[in-house]
């Protein structure tokens, strides 16, 4: 995640964000960098990016959000959302991410169901999948 | 006899028949005459949070319509994940605009809005009370202890939340009502990794392990769980050296103290009064 930071007012109003944000109906900008959600989130360990620097990269209006796999690893536990003291459910955004990533064709690996699964768990996961 | 509108969902036929046939025999005798719902159709699992997404809410709204159909104003849900889509989707069609969107898609049906979708842990607190589902019991549960286990979608959204998301005690009374001993189970509230089991069965492991050593430090016995995606994760995807904690559903619960026939938990019981621990 380390890299430079070029801020501008361009990037700020960038369409991405916006649509991100149209998309989820939460507003990146509220989020105001806390972490909290990162500190509670139970897969935090599996991600490329924390949830509130995959918010930050919303904010800045950075494409990059679409191509980390952290938008695939949130379970939509929305334990996030919950303890946002800014009130920003953040699994609505992670969720905007995968559909904005499906709809351009950046997918994750593909699945192949590696047992039989009860419908549950099937569905659950290829919904996740289809834009 | 009171009717109740129910509402099973694909896994309470399928892997979780023991819930329902044990959530039934125990309504019975709580005095409900259920009523599957006509026609009904998958709950679409995962609830869409996508704002553009209309067409992932026909199929959950469809349900509630045939349950305008029935004449009933409520829906009964056992499944954890049947509630989460069908509560919110109910709040969704509020919105008379998503509302004649969505109704676009059932013409010539219409639904109108206004059915309430109820879990059975609500159920049993509002309206049977916990002390007459205690006054119910003819079985004893021999001190089973047990891990009242919430996981996400009974809690989150706060909007959609059975009891208080921070801190529920609602399925903790309902097994202190059958008899049961309820035991602190610190990650109750936390998720199992639900449908990443079939993506990242991995990630879904390291949080079962987590989840069943939390519930054996509180001295359980069992975990209770009302949705079957956390019953297939916790028994399916338990780590080697995790503790081998049998994970039933609620209804089975509900059966057994009620007097109904339910061989697992007789089992369990059988179990720790023969000194076997699991794990």
Redesign the interface.
Known sequence: MASELRLSRAKLAAPFARRVEELSGENPYACYQCGKCSAGCPFADHMDALPNQVLRLVQLGDEAALSLSAPWVCASCHACGVRCPKGVDIARTMEALRVLALRRGITPTPVRPDRPYPQIALIGAYRKLTP | MKTLAYFP???LK??ARADENGTLAALARLGYEVREIPRWN?C???Y??????LM?HVGPVRNLLRVQGMGEGRVLTL?A?CYGTLSRSARFVEDPERLRRINAFLAPDAYNGGVEVVHLLTLLRDEVGYERLAAQVKRELNGLKVAAYYG?VL????EYAVDD??GPTVMERVVEALGGGAVPFPER???C?????????G?VE??VGRLLRSARAGGADVVVTTC??CQ?NLEERRPAGAPALPVLYLGQLLAWALGADEPAVGAAITGISSGVRHG
């Open positions: 969902g694909c896994a399928d892997q998958c679409g699992t995962v869409s949070l996508a704002q553009d997404d992932r499944c994940m996400c809690l989150r959204p706060r998301p921070d509230m936390e998720c990794g639900a449908y990443l089991t079939v993506t990242q069965k990630v390291g949080r079957p995606l297939f």
